[in-house]
């Protein structure tokens, strides 16, 4: 893996300074700049990240945060990740547990109000966010948006087709990704583009994820042509970078943030080999 630039920086947050802080390790973050220059990674903590960058900055931020989901109740909520979401049949790869899956349903409204209404800050205006959810957190997520200052526009289903069989139920075959705008935006210029109203494709299966929760490369390549080509998208929890893979796949630039250090060398390696 060739870096072009990686650097340290040392912050001091206001997310801190307020006692508001989520799942902090320390004042250190790191930048690294990828694929010519086409891609920025930065490890550390998004709250602490998100301020530093410049007002205006980001076309979209498009994005699959933590759910702090799994299940009905607290204790359920409260497991790791790995046994909320690989628990079924054999493993064939155990992927590493990820942080800022754990909040109650107050603590979650708050987390994510914050986190959107720094990203709001740095997107233009007009620009759009695009934040998965789950079915247990879909009244949140949309509360969250709005309460963060974005215009509420509507919710993208996620169709995974092969979801695992319930007895005497219906299946969870869906993601939902809602999103919304920084105040008006326009839908009538010129050379318009036609966006699907539901996303069809399977899960990457698990011989081939990285991620627990790894989305599938051409799901978030579908979400990332809401901008247009050389515009900037931001992902603030990245995982494994699938939406910086697709990102340049599809000639969009990107920023993306994470948090564990493991995921973070995962994310720069696919978006270099792209």
């Known amino acids: 893996m060739s870096l072009e630039k990686s650097e ?27 694929a010519g220059g086409q891609a920025v990674m930065y490890r550390g903590n998004c709250l602490d990240i998100i301020p530093t960058l410049p007002k205006g900055s980001i076309d979209a931020v498009i994005t699959d945060p933590p759910y702090s989901s799994g299940g009905m109740m607290r204790g359920d909520r409260t497991g790791s990740t790995r046994s909320k979401y690989q628990s079924s049949g ?8 990820f942080s800022g899956d754990n909040l109650d349903q107050r603590s979650y409204l708050e987390w994510a109000r914050m986190w959107l209404s720094l990203a709001l800050y740095v997107t233009k205006p007009g620009g759009v966010a695009i934040t998965f959810s789950d079915w247990r957190q879909l009244p949140t997520a949309t509360d969250a948006l709005q309460v963060a ?16 069989p319930m007895p005497n139920r219906f299946r969870a075959q869906c993601e939902f ?3 919304a705008s920084n105040g008006p935006r326009d839908f009538t210029r010129e050379g318009a583009t036609y966006h699907p109203g539901v996303l069809s494709e399977c899960p990457p299966y698990n011989a081939k994820r990285q991620h627990s929760t790894q989305k599938p490369v051409g799901i978030m390549e579908t979400l990332c042509k809401i901008v247009v080509e050389g515009e900037t998208v931001l ?40």
């Open 8 to 34: 340290k920086f040392i912050i001091h947050s206001p997310t801190r300074s307020q006692g508001r802080s989520f799942d902090r390790r320390d004042d250190v973050f790191e930048k690294r700049v990828l």
């Open 90 to 97: 054999k493993l064939i790869t155990e992927h590493a547990s």
């Open 149 to 164: 200052g974005w215009v509420w526009r509507g919710i993208v289903p996620w169709d995974k087709i092969n979801a695992r």
């Open 177 to 179: 990704a809602p999103w």
């Open 235 to 274: 992902d603030p929890f990245s995982g494994s970078g699938t939406t910086g893979v697709a990102c340049l796949r599809t000639g969009r630039r990107f920023i993306g943030m994470e948090l564990d250090p493991g995921n973070f060398e995962i994310a720069c390696k696919r978006i270099e080999e792209k």
